[in-house]
């Protein structure tokens, strides 16, 4: 089955700093990857996602890209501020997604 | 609000007594599933369900947890003789019908258990 490892654990960024959060997978033919946001007692959501067909997709300050030859993807946020501290996700499935499995989750922390 | 709603949000248990939980997805959703998360870990897959078939069941899913979706709407989730290492937050998600390469999958805010 599919087994995704997320690093770093924890990062602390300065207010205004990037912040990169990668993921690698080990299903190949694994086609889709999330990204979720999850602040302390609320809901895991939905912040990004990306499709095997492209490489990397953006959405303001965030962007992923994806590497299908060395099965991994990357999560990057430019200009971080206070409000993006969370611990953020990565997930991946095959079409269907019917057993997503997802990273242990990395702690960000923005600090002003 | 039209979102994944998950209840009770809190249940405090003694070990060995049933808890149930209920999930009512998005309403044009017709597939849902149930997650495990315990703390500094992400979600691990627990069940899965198309409409009202229950299509995928993961091996953490022990004996003692049933699901069951009878009108392909709500779901609930029971464990019975609860023990201590079943203290989690259950998170139920649905989503719509397959798109092909994956679907957006959206998540309740979470039903948390302590087992005493």
């Known amino acids: 089955g599919e087994n995704v490892e997320q690093h770093p654990s924890t990062l602390s960024v300065q207010e205004g700093d990037s912040a990169v959060i990668k993921c690698t997978y080990s299903?190949?033919?694994?086609?889709?990857f999330p990204w979720y946001k999850q602040e302390l007692g609320k809901r895991p959501q939905l912040i990004i996602d990306?499709?095997?067909?492209?490489g990397e997709k953006k959405d303001q300050r965030i962007a992923v890209t994806l590497n299908k030859t060395a099965k991994h993807f990357s999560l990057h946020i430019t200009e971080t501020q206070p409000e993006d501290s969370a611990v953020y996700f990565c997930?991946?499935?095959?079409?269907?997604?019917?057993?997503?499995?997802f990273g242990a989750g990395t702690r960000l922390t923005v600090k002003p | 609000d039209t979102g994944v709603s998950q209840d009770p949000r809190h249940k405090i248990t003694k070990r060995g007594q049933n808890v149930t939980f209920r999930c009512d997805p998005i309403s044009e959703h017709n597939r849902l599933y149930w997650y495990r998360q315990t703390l500094g870990q992400g979600p691990e897959f627990l069940t899965y369900?198309?409409?009202?078939?229950?299509?995928?069941k993961s091996r953490l899913l022990s004996d003692r947890f049933s699901a069951e979706r009878p009108k392909g709407s709500f779901s609930t989730l029971e464990i019975q003789r609860t023990e201590q290492g079943d203290s989690a937050m259950y998170l139920c998600?649905?989503?719509?019908?397959?798109?092909?390469?994956?679907?957006?999958?959206?998540f309740g805010e979470g039903s948390w258990l302590t087992v005493v």
């Open positions: 998600a649905s989503s719509p019908r397959g798109q092909g390469s994956g679907n957006t999958i959206y």
């Open positions: 299903d190949s033919a694994s086609n889709y």
């Open positions: 997930a991946a499935s095959r079409a269907g997604n019917n057993d997503m499995r």
């Open positions: 990306i499709r095997s067909n492209v």
């Open positions: 369900f198309q409409n009202e078939a229950q299509l995928e």
